[in-house]
């Protein structure tokens, strides 16, 4: 397990940069310790960047089970957008409202090295965008119309 790198640590505001395909099996033990780290903290989302590593790999809590996303890109996204409490495992405490897409189509690699599309919508759409812009330096209180109080979201 890792610690949770907080805001405002600088890492959290570089770029991951993107991993050659014959990395991917020198990662398994990094993936496996980054799901851990996110259920351990009850997240749902966790990039690479919050244990300190300046890699482009995300895990994602989806219901049909774990989401691995190596060097995701959206590639589509729609024009609407909608507005969703959010908080993050490195900005403990602090919750508000974010304005993303509704739809988007990602492309990745899984931790087997596959290329995989995905259509996501509702909170796994909301979610990957939230650990792409980890992934890019971007924290969502970068784009918070409003801080909110009371039950929480689960963090990513
Ligand atoms: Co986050």
Redesign the pocket.
């Known amino acids: 397990m890792s610690t949770i790198i907080t805001h405002p640590n600088s890492i959290l505001r570089q770029k991951a940069v993107e991993l050659r395909l014959e990395e991917i099996p020198k990662i398994q033990e990094l993936i496996y310790d980054m799901q851990e780290t996110m259920s351990e903290k009850d997240g749902i989302?966790l990039?690479a960047n919050?244990i300190g590593i300046l890699k482009r790999i995300v895990v994602i809590a989806d219901k049909e089970g774990p989401l691995i996303l190596i060097n995701p890109e959206i590639i589509e996204k729609s024009w609407l957008k909608n507005i969703m409490e959010e908080g993050?495992?490195?900005v403990p405490g602090v919750f508000g409202t974010v304005k993303r897409h509704k739809k988007i189509t990602v492309a990745a690699i899984n931790s087997r090295g596959e290329t995989l599309k995905l259509k996501a919508e509702g909170m796994l759409a909301r979610v990957i965008q939230?650990e792409i812009d980890?992934l890019d330096g971007i924290l969502?209180i970068d784009k918070v119309i409003k801080y909110t109080e009371g039950e929480p979201p689960k963090?990513?």
């Open positions: 989302g990039a919050q993050c495992l490195s939230h980890h969502f963090s990513t």
